[in-house]
C-alpha cells in the first residue's frame, strides 16, 4: 500500500474504540444534561444545589485532570479500579453534559409564558404541560448546540489516550513513535477526525430539519 494510506490499518484499529467512547459519552451527557436542566428549574432548592454544584464543578474542571482523578486518584481514594474506557466515558459524558445542562435549562426558559398559561388553561398538571407542551419545543432548541457538545464530545476522546486506551489518537502516536512520519500520521487524524465531524453535523441538521416539520416553535 502506498504512503500514506499503508498507515492506515494500524491507526483505524483504533476507531471502533473512539466511536464506543463518544457513543457512551454522548449518552451520559444527554442523561445527565436533561436530570440537571430540569434539576435547575426545580422547586425543591436541595435538588436545585446538587444540579448547580454538579454543572459548576465539571465545567470549571479541566477534562484531562478530570480523567486522570477518576483513573488514578478514585482507586486510591476509594479502592475502586475503573476501566480505562469506562472512565473516558463517564469524565466526558458527564463533563459535556454539565455544559448540556445549560442548554437544556435556557432553552425550556425561552418557551414563551403564553404555553404556560395556555396549558393551564386547559387544566394540565404540570408534568403534562412539561412533557406535551414545553419540551417538545424547547427541543428544537436544543437540538444545534447539542449538536455543536456532540462534536465537542467526539474531539475530546483524544485524550483518553493518557490513560492508556488504544483509540484512535493512541494508536497514531505509538505509529509516531515507531516511524516519526508526524506529517502523514498527524494529517491522516485530522482528516479522520473532521469526517467524523461532519457525519454527526448531518445527522444533527437532518434531525433538527425533521422535528421541525409541522412546529411553529411557539409563535402561533
Do not use: C
Not at 490499518?9 to 430540569?38: D, E, K, N, R, Y
Not at 433538527?208 to 416539520?213: A, D, N, T
Amino acid at each position: 500500500m502506498p504512503p500514506p494510506f499503508d498507515l492506515l490499518p494500524f491507526m483505524l484499529q483504533g476507531l471502533g474504540v473512539t466511536l464506543v467512547i463518544t457513543l457512551g459519552g454522548s449518552m451520559v451527557a444527554l442523561v445527565s444534561a436533561i436530570l440537571a436542566g430540569l434539576g435547575r428549574r426545580s422547586d425543591d432548592v436541595i435538588v436545585r444545589w446538587l444540579s448547580g454544584a454538579y454543572i459548576e464543578i465539571f465545567r470549571g474542571a479541566s477534562a484531562l485532570v478530570l480523567l486522570y482523578w477518576f483513573f488514578f486518584a478514585l482507586p486510591v481514594l476509594l479502592d475502586i479500579r475503573v476501566n480505562a474506557i469506562l472512565a473516558g466515558i463517564i469524565v466526558l459524558g458527564l463533563n459535556v453534559g454539565a455544559y448540556g445542562a445549560e442548554v437544556v435549562r435556557a432553552s425550556i426558559a425561552a418557551v414563551p409564558e403564553g404555553q404556560y398559561r395556555a396549558a393551564k388553561a386547559l387544566n394540565l398538571t404540570s408534568w403534562q404541560t412539561m412533557r406535551y407542551v414545553i419540551v417538545p419545543q424547547a427541543v428544537l432548541a436544543m437540538i444545534p448546540p447539542f449538536g455543536n457538545l456532540l462534536i465537542e464530545l467526539l474531539k475530546g476522546t483524544a485524550l483518553v489516550s493518557v490513560v492508556t486506551v488504544s483509540d484512535l489518537t493512541n494508536r497514531g502516536m505509538l505509529l509516531r513513535d515507531q516511524t516519526h512520519r508526524s506529517l502523514e500520521i498527524f494529517g491522516i487524524l485530522l482528516l479522520v477526525y473532521f469526517g467524523l465531524s461532519l457525519i454527526l453535523t448531518t445527522g444533527v441538521r437532518w434531525l433538527e430539519r425533521r422535528l421541525s416539520r409541522g412546529q411553529d416553535h411557539g409563535k402561533g
